[in-house]
Structure formats: structure tokens, C-alpha cells
């Protein structure tokens, strides 16, 4: 039963172009969502985050949108570059919870080509 | 400004073996919290500690048990090891009184048990 889903394993995107990453969700409760990038041999590092009382949040390249009603988010990156190239996690979590429980997806692999 | 620090970074063990994992939060964080990697998954929620206390759990038996210190530091202790608990072991650290503040993780403790 997995309440955040991923379903793109990997994506390949040229330098300089837009990347999105999409993210789907079940659980009508969770109202806090995050995007973590995990390099290899590193743990997962914060990238943005947005609260289910808005539907977009920007910081620098990075912008997440959120539509509640489709139960569905996305993490654009624009303009990429390859050090940008990294797994993407979507994590989800909800109020009861606290933003310690956080349910992740299984990520998604971005390869940035040069 | 130190980041969350685990040891050991890879660990061997053998089927029934117990093993203790070790972290120490970001400093100035006084909540940790433990979530277990398996290979092509996301990371999955195993509890919180707060005030030396267990305060969430998620869906993980009783083997997998924990403790924290009064400087925040924490253990995560897992017994009677079983061939599925080879996993990436991440450990997280947030404030308590900021309901939404991102969790910083540490680079995990690899775990094998063969």
C-alpha cells in the first residue's frame, strides 16, 4: 500500500532544459510535502518543501507545485545541470504526524546530460 | 556548524546477531528519528525520540528499539538480525517546536547481514 508513488524510475534531461518530476499521493490527510535530492553514499539533503494551503512554492531554479485535488505534485527544475543529476525523493507527511513521519517515495533517478 | 553524524558507515553482521547504530544530531536539534532505506526504496519511518522518550513509531516490530540521551544523542538497536534487515540505516534530526521544519539526515550506516 504505498501512499506516495513515484512512477517514473529514472529521467534523462539536456543541460539547460526544464526538468520535471512528478509525485502522486493517496492520503487526503497529508497537507505537508517535501522534495529531498540523495547523492550517492550521502544521505538525503532538504531540497523545497509546501504546505497543502498553497499550490506553488519557488526557491532559485527549484519550484514545486501542488494540486490538491488530482492528489498530485512536481518538483520543475529550471534551467538543469548535471550536478543537479541525483535521485529525487518525494516525502509526504500530515499534521498528526508532525514533520518527523515522513512517507517517502521510491524516488526518481535524474541524469542531467551535458 | 556540525550536520547529523552516524557510525559506523558500513557494518557486517550475521543472521541473530544484535547490532547498535549511533547518531548525533544537527547541532541545536532535539529531536531524532530513525528511518530504514532498503534498496530501490524510499526511506521508511521506524520511530521519534524526544526528551529521551519514544514518541512515534511506525510499522516495525518490537526488535528494533532505541534510546536517547540527554545531549540528544541516539541508538538505534535491532535484534535477532534477519537476512531482510540489510538496509541503509538514516537517522534524522529536526526541532520539536517547529511543527514543519525540514529533517536533516545524516549518510546512513549501511547494514549487511548475512
Known amino acids: 500500500d504505498q501512499q506516495v508513488k513515484q512512477n517514473s524510475p529514472s529521467l534523462s534531461v539536456q543541460e539547460g532544459r526544464i526538468s520535471i518530476l512528478n509525485c502522486d499521493y493517496t492520503n487526503s490527510m497529508f497537507d505537508y510535502f517535501l522534495w529531498y535530492k540523495k547523492y550517492p553514499a550521502e544521505g538525503p539533503t532538504f531540497l523545497i518543501s509546501?504546505?497543502?494551503?498553497?499550490d506553488k512554492n519557488e526557491d532559485g531554479r527549484f519550484t514545486v507545485f501542488l494540486n490538491k485535488s488530482a492528489k498530485h505534485l512536481s518538483l520543475h527544475i529550471v534551467p538543469s545541470q548535471p550536478g543537479d543529476s541525483a535521485v529525487y525523493f518525494c516525502a509526504a507527511s500530515y499534521s498528526g504526524a508532525g514533520s518527523y513521519q515522513l512517507t517517502f517515495g521510491k524516488g526518481t533517478k535524474l541524469s542531467v546530460i551535458p | 556548524d556540525a550536520g547529523v553524524t552516524q557510525s559506523p558507515t558500513h557494518l557486517i553482521k550475521t543472521r541473530g546477531q544484535q547490532v547498535t547504530l549511533r547518531c548525533s544530531p544537527k547541532s541545536g536539534h532535539d529531536t531524532v528519528s530513525w528511518y530504514q532505506q532498503a534498496l530501490g526504496q524510499g526511506p521508511q519511518f521506524i520511530f521519534q525520540?524526544?526528551?529521551?522518550?519514544?514518541?512515534q513509531r511506525g510499522n516495525f516490530p518490537d526488535r528494533f528499539s532505541g534510546h536517547q540521551f540527554p545531549n540528544y544523542s541516539s541508538e538505534l538497536n535491532v535484534n535477532a538480525l534477519l537476512l531482510g534487515d540489510s538496509a541503509l540505516y538514516l537517522c534524522?534530526?529536526?526541532?520539536?517546536?517547529?511543527?514543519?521544519?525540514?529533517?536533516?539526515f545524516g549518510n546512513g550506516t549501511r547494514l549487511t547481514v548475512t
Open positions: 525520540y524526544y526528551e529521551e522518550e519514544e514518541r
Open positions: 534524522a534530526s529536526s526541532f520539536r517546536d517547529r511543527m514543519y521544519s525540514p529533517l536533516h
Open positions: 509546501i504546505s497543502s494551503i498553497k
